[in-house]
């Protein structure tokens, strides 16, 4: 008889590789698919910080099919994917421990018989872990990914941009926005799982393979999530880019600490500063975070299906 798959946690015996591996695929589907509508938002929130004032940023397109239109009229096709190859190259390896660090500590804090009960508070402290764990492997390439953004005409690779923040700048710049990540990450992955798994519960209640309830949750999640932490994002994009040659307002580009970045924010929009980006970050997240947990289900499905079943 078939093992019963419980798509709430992996098989008790499942290999370390495959709950890599299905990380991994969620990760790169989930950030690749959705990279032009993050560099939209990368972009409106560094916006006065590279034009050199708050008062000729806000003359830019406000609509985000517009600024789509026209960064590709003036900057090519491939402007919107500047950056992408950091991001793959970073999400992949961070999304595999990401999963499988909380399916670990989910696994180590829930007794199996309880699987299949609500353990909010449990769920959220592996989504925790999870990415205090993923995040410092990931915040180097996403520093390089919101560089790359910000160039409007130059056609540096990856690596060029990466050898110029450690020559310039030192190690250190890759890691200035870390701990904003983490303070911004530790409460979006609270909510992400427990949110996540909540309506799971509540749209499965048979705890079958479902792609399309998958996807909704997901998408619940993941809109919930990117809108309360939206605040933490704009302080973090600024610490990401002061040392881009794009930037030229001195605030931001001695901003290389929460207080001073949130000070920079604030001083040049004013409480509003705090939600720039927040529609392409909530377009952006709604669909990615459905995107990872479908493509994270999915190669549950298939890597742990057993045998005699397939």
Known sequence: MAEEIDYESLPSNAPLSHQLAAGAFAGIMEHSIMFPIDAIKTRMQALSATMGSASAATKLPSNIVQQISSISTTEGSLALWKGVQSVILGAGPAHAIYFATYEMCKGYLIDPQDFQTHQPLKTAASGIAATIAADLLMNPFDTIKQRMQ??????????????????????????????????????????????????????????????LIHCLCGGISGATCAAVTTPLDCVKTVLQVRGSDSVVIPLFKQADTFTKAASAIHQVYGWSGFLRGLKPRIISNMPATAISWTAYECAKHFLFKSPSTS
């Not at 700048?169 to 409460?187: D, K, Q, R, V």
């Open 150 to 211: 910000l160039q409007s005409v130059s056609k540096d690779r990856m690596w060029s941009v990466a050898s110029r923040i450690y020559r310039n700048e030192g190690l250190a710049a890759f890691f200035y926005s870390y701990p904003t990540t983490i303070a911004m990450n530790i409460p979006f992955a609270a909510f992400n799982f427990v949110i996540y798994e909540s309506s799971t519960k509540l749209f499965n209640p048979e705890n079958t393979y479902n792609p």
